[in-house]
């Protein structure tokens, strides 16, 4: 019911930033919670950040508080994930997810079981 493509990946130098874009599709966008997570080869998926409906509320993952920022503009449809002073093992394809979930509180959004669309991921390398 509701597509997300990622986009902004590609390879950055140590300590370099970069903006990841989720663009969404189909249904209000502002009616979902909106997460990031990343997938490290030969690693499980890690939650990374999490933003609530209005932008007001969000929650990162330790190895990345400080350093990312998650961010929303639902008139564009589309939310964005700040990454900055990036380290090698921020390597990893992120992808983007969308919730129903009415959680009011976003350190319970770390779960992936509770996304309901997923976007393809966009690779991100980081070269030290």
């Known amino acids: 019911q509701v597509q997300l493509v990622e986009s902004g990946g590609g390879l950055v130098q140590a300590g370099g930033s970069l903006r990841l874009s989720c663009a969404a599709s189909?249904?209000?966008?502002?009616?979902?919670?909106m997460g990031w997570f990343r997938q490290a080869p030969g690693k499980e998926r890690e939650f990374v950040g999490v933003?609530?409906?209005?932008?007001?509320?969000?929650y990162y993952g330790d190895s990345v508080k400080g350093r990312f920022a998650i961010s929303r503009d639902n008139a564009k449809n589309t939310v964005y994930l700040q990454m900055n002073n990036l380290r090698p093992e921020d390597t990893a394809v992120y992808s983007c997810a969308a919730s129903a979930t009415r959680a009011q509180a976003m350190d319970l959004m770390t779960d992936s079981n509770k996304y309901d669309y997923w976007g393809q991921g966009t690779q991100v390398t980081v070269s030290s």
């Open positions: 933003i609530s409906w209005g932008g007001v509320r969000t």
């Open positions: 189909g249904r209000t966008f502002s009616d979902y919670i």
